[in-house]
């Protein structure tokens, strides 16, 4: 990998479900960022203007190949529910993307324990109000929750609800991980822990390239920036 101006290999990345590039503000200190231009992607209604139309899995896959094709990046680094939305703008024909890096992305429909409650809510603000008071409960004992409650705070209502029930939907339907097993170059970084026992049971029926990261949390790029860092700098061959 070249570490010099207009040289720099491009990755793009996509925070997770109601979250925004600030996921992956602490990459910016680390020696990834000397080498690779990060492309930290907002998604429309989480930190970018909402669609005009519904916010889905699929709408928002539609976003990113486009972005991406504007950008000019072929790879992309995607976080739990984002890693859907990243499957399918690889899949997308026409697009750019070529390979993802799956940050424990949605295996099976137990991934969806965030996404999935917005179907319990009959309007968006009933859902922001209950996600809300959740995530408040979270932050007091895990201190980089209060980041996270603050993103979910900034998106959109519709945008965060509409998304929601559509990952319930989606998940009922298909198992995530066959889309992302689909695209074919792929892989997944994850800690055993942090999975739901459904998830681990389909990473041992399907053969997909991962690394297991020890003791990370389920938002690394928060937590373990560096770590991330050199997991990708020896991914992609520094």
């Not at 859902?127 to 932050?139: E, M, S, V």
């Not at 889309?179 to 026992?197: F, K, M, R, S, T």
Request: charged fraction near 20%; aromatic fraction near 8%.
């Amino acid at each position: 990998m070249s570490e010099t101006g207009e040289d720099k290999p491009k990755l793009l990345f996509l925070a997770g479900f109601g979250d925004d590039n600030s996921q992956f503000a602490g990459l910016q200190n680390t020696r990834l960022a000397e080498i690779v231009d990060l492309q930290l992607l907002n998604l429309p209604g989480f930190g970018a203007p909402p669609l005009a139309g519904p916010t889905t899995l699929a709408s928002l896959g539609f976003f990113v190949a486009g972005e991406a094709r504007k950008i000019g990046v072929e790879y992309v680094v995607a976080h739990s529910l984002s890693s859907v939305i990243g499957s399918m703008a690889v899949g997308f024909p026409g697009s750019p993307l070529k390979a993802i890096v799956s940050l424990e992305g949605n295996l099976t429909a137990a991934d969806a324990y965030y996404s999935g409650t917005a179907a319990d809510h009959a309007t968006p603000e009933e859902f922001r109000t209950a996600f809300l008071a959740r995530l408040d409960a979270r932050a007091e004992t895990d201190p980089h929750a209060a980041r996270y409650r603050d993103a979910v705070a900034r998106a959109d209502p519709k945008a965060l609800w509409e998304l929601g029930c559509d990952a319930k939907a989606f998940s009922e339907q298909t198992e995530p991980g066959n889309i992302l097993q689909a695209i074919g170059h792929v892989h997944y970084l994850y800690n055993p822990d942090n999975l739901p026992a459904e998830s681990i049971a389909w990473l041992e029926a399907h053969p997909i390239p991962r690394t297991v990261a020890p003791g990370a949390s389920h938002a690394i790029a928060v937590d373990q920036p560096e770590v991330l860092s050199d997991f990708l700098l020896n991914l992609f061959g520094e």
